[in-house]
């Protein structure tokens, strides 16, 4: 499958997700077209990269939801994990589990990793803006989690005022 680029439709996904004030649901990219959104990849619940960027998000979840932006964070991890992950950081956005890997390879997020000369496959930081009509407006790949929460409110910003 050739990789995403910006323009792309994003492709569709249906996964079990859970957050607060809405339990757990069946999450699809219907549910968030209509406005901008946010879809992060993570490797692992509770690891310290993505508790800093789940907590980063929470931190500026008013300014995304200020810009009529939602989030949508994904990971392997199953919804136990998921809702353990929410409770205990307090997040404010829901976590869905691709639980068949679906939604990783449909977006080039499962990757070859190595570690300590081992490799294994896993899950690629990344983070994909999807525009109202459902296209790819931004794609960061390799993400730091330090800063990349403001790069993305920057980029919802200049996706506005693209459109007016």
Aim: glycine letters at 10%; one cysteine or more.
């Amino acid at each position: 499958m050739p990789e995403l680029q910006i323009g792309d439709i994003a492709p569709d996904f249906v996964m079990p997700s859970i957050g607060p004030d809405m339990g757990e649901k069946t999450l699809s990219k219907a549910d968030f077209v209509g406005g901008p959104f946010i879809l992060y990849f993570y490797p692992r619940d509770a690891t310290p990269g993505c508790t800093s960027e789940a907590c980063d998000f929470r931190d500026n979840f008013a300014q995304f939801n200020k810009l009529g932006a939602k989030v949508l964070g994904v990971s392997k991890d199953n919804i136990v994990s998921h809702d353990k992950f929410i409770k205990k950081h307090e997040l404010n956005f829901p976590l869905a589990y691709d639980k068949d890997g679906q939604a990783c390879e449909a977006y080039g997020t499962w990757i070859e990793k190595s570690m300590y000369g081992r490799k294994y496959m896993g899950i690629d930081r990344a983070t994909f803006l999807i525009d109202a009509q459902g296209r790819i407006a931004g794609i960061w790949r390799k993400v730091k989690v330090g800063g990349h929460v403001a790069e993305l409110a920057k980029a919802i910003k200049a996706l506005e005022k693209a459109a007016a």
